[in-house]
T-cell receptor, first 108, second 119 residues
Framework: AQRVTQPEKLLSVFKGAPVELKCNYS??????LFWYVQYSRQRLQLLLRHISRESIKGFTADLNKGETSFHLKKPFAQEEDSAMYYC??????????FGKGTLLTVNP | GAVVSQHPSWVICKSGTSVKIECRSL??????MFWYRQFPKQSLMLMATSNEGSKATYEQGVEKDKFLINHASLTLSTLTVTSAHPEDSSFYICSALPLRLAAHTDTQYFGPGTRLTVL
């Protein structure tokens, strides 16, 4: 069975500090991993995906198949990064399995 | 582009009544839409996959007679919560997969959600 684990429910950092949101997955096939973000009172939106290896809003995430991880990182957090972050695993038929989410708070 | 709307954004109903929630893709066609349920401060749980022109496929543990899904056109899917009870109170979110798809899961676009409260 596929599973996504985000061990931290809450993460609080100060502005300018590095931030890392952890995500581990369990999947027997070749995984597609994503990070979604939900800002306050807004809908869920895609932040980045592992296949594109891009950096969005300063965030990056590297798929580590050996550790089955897809941690989200940003070297210098900004206040506007405060949001709920969900790691998601894509499988057949375009289904997504979400982790429980991490609420990131960036303090001034 | 790629906007998904949901209607209503919130609804309060009495126990035993049925409630219909609409999910529309506003500027694209979608043969596949997904319905999720989100409990307070919890993750999104996939309930079912809605396919235009065919029956929806439900995830394990989701009662198909309780949560009726109709994908009537390439831009509209509806979720009807039948005989609603207080435990059905939740945030229901849909997503839509564009018809012209680059075969990647990440091209799902999410609606803003509908908050259902059953008294």
């Amino acid at each position: 069975a596929q599973r996504v684990t985000q061990p931290e429910k809450l993460l609080s950092v100060f502005k300018g500090a590095p931030v890392e949101l952890k995500c581990n997955y369990s999947y027997s096939g070749s995984p597609e991993l994503f990070w979604y973000v939900q800002y306050s009172r807004q809908r869920l939106q895609l932040l980045l995906r592992h296949i594109s290896r891009e950096s969005i809003k300063g965030f990056t995430a590297d798929l580590n198949k050996g550790e089955t991880s897809f941690h989200l990182k940003k070297p210098f957090a900004q206040e506007e990064d405060s949001a709920m972050y969900y790691c998601a695993l894509g499988s057949s038929n375009y289904k997504l399995t979400f982790g429980k989410g991490t609420l990131l708070t960036v303090n001034p | 582009g790629a906007v998904v709307s949901q209607h209503p954004s919130w609804v309060i109903c009495k126990s035993g009544t049925s409630v219909k929630i609409e999910c529309r893709s506003l500027d694209f066609q979608a043969t596949t839409m997904f319905w999720y349920r989100q409990f307070p401060k919890q993750s999104l749980m996939l309930m079912a996959t809605s396919n235009e022109g065919s029956k929806a496929t439900y995830e394990q543990g989701v009662e198909k007679d309780k949560f009726l899904i109709n994908h009537a056109s390439l831009t509209l899917s509806t979720l009807t919560v039948t005989s609603a009870h207080p435990e059905d109170s939740s945030f229901y979110i849909c997503s839509a997969l564009p018809l012209r798809l680059a075969a990647h899961t990440d091209t799902q676009y999410f609606g803003p959600g509908t908050r259902l409260t059953v008294l």
